[in-house]
């Protein structure tokens, strides 16, 4: 597995690794809007990917849907948090240590400490949070649950999850 920035050609990666989770968090892959957040988190050198030590090798056409791994779009704070704004591992790459490289990577690159960083995710009673893992994965990264956070587009109810670094 190779970690590395995204590029503009790993946009179709990007919508594959979507449409894996919209039953989650709702509509993406026909939104503008999700494909412009996706734009800029590369543009910013914000996005990263997780890709098969296999695809890519050519090192500039980015990587077909089968060969990303997982995603990750990053927000780096001011005098505030930092925020991990969307992650997402390949279905037949959960549970791997795709993600928790998609976050190293990106702490190690854009975080310096003392800083916190902020995620939100589902909450205890997410039919998601179970299937899907994500609050195990936050809690052994170190992150710990704090205030709820505004219901899912889908309904479901949401949580932030905080990591201090000091």
Do not use: C, I
């Amino acid at each position: 597995m190779k970690v590395r920035p995204a590029r503009p050609a790993d946009l179709p990666g990007f919508l594959a690794l979507a449409a894996e989770v919209e039953h989650w968090f709702g509509p993406m892959v026909a939104e503008p809007g999700f494909h412009r957040a996706v734009a800029n988190s590369v543009d910013r050198g914000l996005a990263t990917v997780a890709e098969s030590a296999k695809s890519g090798e050519d090192g500039e056409d980015g990587v077909d849907a089968a060969g990303l791994l997982g995603g990750l779009l990053f927000g780096v704070g001011g005098p505030g948090p930092h925020y991990l704004h969307w992650l997402v591992v390949a279905g037949h790459a959960r549970g791997t240590g795709v993600g928790r490289a998609l976050v190293e990577d990106v702490l190690r690159r854009h975080v310096r400490s003392p800083a916190v960083v902020e995620v939100v995710t589902f909450g205890p009673d997410h039919p998601g949070a179970v299937a899907s893992g994500a609050r195990v994965f936050y809690e052994r990264l170190g992150f710990a649950p704090a205030e709820a956070a505004a219901p899912g587009p889908e309904g479901g109810s949401r949580q932030v999850y905080r990591l201090v670094l000091t």
